[in-house]
Protein backbone atom coordinates (compact mmCIF):
# COMPACT_ATOMS: atom_id res chain seq x y z
CA UNK A 1 0.00 0.00 0.00
CA UNK A 2 3.09 2.42 0.91
CA UNK A 3 4.34 1.86 -2.44
CA UNK A 4 1.01 3.07 -4.11
CA UNK A 5 0.99 6.15 -2.03
CA UNK A 6 5.00 7.16 -2.79
CA UNK A 7 4.02 6.01 -6.80
CA UNK A 8 0.78 9.06 -6.29
CA UNK A 9 3.51 11.39 -5.35
CA UNK A 10 6.37 10.42 -7.99
CA UNK A 11 3.02 10.90 -10.25
CA UNK A 12 2.59 14.79 -9.04
CA UNK A 13 5.99 15.86 -8.71
CA UNK A 14 6.36 14.85 -12.52
CA UNK A 15 3.26 16.38 -13.40
CA UNK A 16 4.29 19.67 -11.74
CA UNK A 17 7.98 19.47 -13.11
CA UNK A 18 6.93 19.38 -17.01
CA UNK A 19 4.37 21.79 -16.55
CA UNK A 20 6.49 24.58 -14.82
CA UNK A 21 8.92 22.85 -17.75
CA UNK A 22 6.06 23.65 -20.36
CA UNK A 23 5.24 26.68 -18.88
CA UNK A 24 8.60 28.58 -19.19
CA UNK A 25 10.11 27.04 -22.56
CA UNK A 26 10.75 29.71 -25.27
CA UNK A 27 7.71 29.18 -27.32
CA UNK A 28 5.68 30.49 -24.32
CA UNK A 29 7.83 33.29 -24.46
CA UNK A 30 6.99 34.73 -27.64
CA UNK A 31 5.46 38.26 -27.25
CA UNK A 32 2.47 39.22 -29.03
CA UNK A 33 1.30 35.80 -28.13
CA UNK A 34 -2.95 35.75 -27.32
CA UNK A 35 -1.81 33.46 -24.36
CA UNK A 36 0.89 35.89 -22.52
CA UNK A 37 -2.51 37.91 -22.26
CA UNK A 38 -3.94 35.47 -19.94
CA UNK A 39 -0.72 34.09 -18.31
CA UNK A 40 -1.42 35.43 -15.01
CA UNK A 41 -5.04 34.03 -14.98
CA UNK A 42 -3.86 30.53 -16.40
CA UNK A 43 -1.10 30.22 -13.87
CA UNK A 44 -3.36 31.02 -10.72
CA UNK A 45 -5.83 28.40 -11.37
CA UNK A 46 -3.11 25.99 -12.26
CA UNK A 47 -1.74 26.74 -8.78
CA UNK A 48 -4.87 26.57 -6.93
CA UNK A 49 -5.43 23.09 -8.59
CA UNK A 50 -2.33 21.77 -8.00
CA UNK A 51 -2.55 23.04 -4.03
CA UNK A 52 -6.04 21.71 -4.06
CA UNK A 53 -4.51 18.28 -4.97
CA UNK A 54 -1.61 18.43 -2.69
CA UNK A 55 -3.91 18.95 0.33
CA UNK A 56 -6.24 16.35 -0.92
CA UNK A 57 -3.57 13.20 -1.36
CA UNK A 58 -2.05 14.25 2.00
CA UNK A 59 -5.23 14.17 3.42
CA UNK A 60 -6.18 10.49 2.34
CA UNK A 61 -2.22 9.46 2.83
CA UNK A 62 -2.64 10.22 6.59
CA UNK A 63 -6.24 8.81 6.90
CA UNK A 64 -4.76 5.52 4.92
CA UNK A 65 -1.79 5.71 7.25
CA UNK A 66 -3.54 6.41 10.60
CA UNK A 67 -6.20 3.04 10.22
Given at each position: M????????????????TT??????KE???EGSADVQKFGKKWIRL???YIVTVV???AIFFLVLNS
Open positions: NYLIALVFVVMIVALVLTVGFSNKKTSLLCL
